[in-house]
Nanobody, 118 residues
Framework: QVQLVESGGGLVQPGGSLRLSCAAS????????MRWYRQGPGKERELVAA????????NYADSVKGRFTVSRDHAKNTVYLQMNSLKPEDTAVYYC???????????WGQGTQVTVSS
């Protein structure tokens, strides 16, 4: 069965850090672009970061550029989102997404809550 399981969310103070993990199984991880989306309260879902194949080229939303880092570990079939200098506006449910290039195939995780508050 295809699974994307996020972990690492929680409550953090402004300026703090969290690392989200997304463990993938049931599909060929290395063939997929991995993406992180988020949906804040009262907001639409937005793309936060993506890491491509080949070469692991990363892209970021302007709102997180310089603060967030996406990476992937193929040996562990896991993608990460390192989040530093967190702001209250980063509060959202964060979703892991796997996309097969040149197709409409997408897999989604269940989401993990990140709350940035003092």
């Amino acid at each position: 069965q295809v699974q994307l399981v996020e972990s690492g969310g929680g409550l953090v103070q402004p300026g703090g850090s969290l690392r989200l993990s997304c463990a993938a199984s049931g599909f060929t991880f290395s063939s997929y672009v991995m993406r992180w989306y988020r949906q804040g309260p009262g907001k639409e879902r937005e793309l936060v970061a993506a890491i491509t194949r080949p070469g692991g080229i990363a892209n970021y939303a302007d709102s997180v550029k310089g603060r967030f880092t996406v990476s992937r570990d193929h040996a562990k079939n896991t993608v990460y989102l390192q989040m530093n200098s967190l702001k209250p506006e980063d509060t959202a449910v964060y979703y892991c997404n796997a996309h097969l290039p040149f197709t409409s195939r997408d897999y989604w995780g269940q989401g993990t809550q990140v709350t940035v508050s003092s």
